[in-house]
């Protein structure tokens, strides 16, 4: 079955940078395009970034597009999410998902922004 683990989720200063990771397995990984989500304290999913299935195409939200970069190693079944010039809004739970709609994603990693 579809299995998402994200990982690197931690607190850090406005300003700062973390890179988060997402190790797939039980789909066909190096054929399925890849999407990042996050749920702010007490909102709804928001959908963050999306990568093709070969990393050559890539989308950004206005929120994100600038500040952060979503890569992926198809050999290592992981995708990234490197995010630079954290504000407070980026405060959320984020997830990586398998399809658009978020149906198949992990348990998601926290990243708090504060000082």
């Known amino acids: 079955q579809v299995q998402l683990v994200e990982s690197g989720g931690d607190l850090v200063q406005p300003g700062g940078s973390l890179r988060l990771s997402c190790v797939a397995s039980g789909f066909t990984f190096s054929e399925t395009r890849m999407y990042w989500f996050r749920q702010p304290p007490g909102k709804g999913l928001e959908w963050v970034s999306t990568?093709?299935?070969?990393?050559?195409?890539?989308w950004y939200s206005e929120a994100v597009k600038g500040r952060f970069t979503v890569s992926r190693d198809n050999d290592k079944y992981t995708i990234y999410l490197e995010m630079n010039n954290l504000k407070s809004d980026d405060t959320a739970l984020y997830y990586c998902?398998?399809?658009?709609?978020?149906?198949?994603r992990g348990q998601g990693t926290q990243v708090t922004v504060s000082s």
């Open positions: 998902a398998a399809d658009s709609q978020a149906n198949w």
């Open positions: 990568i093709s299935n070969g990393g050559k195409y890539t």
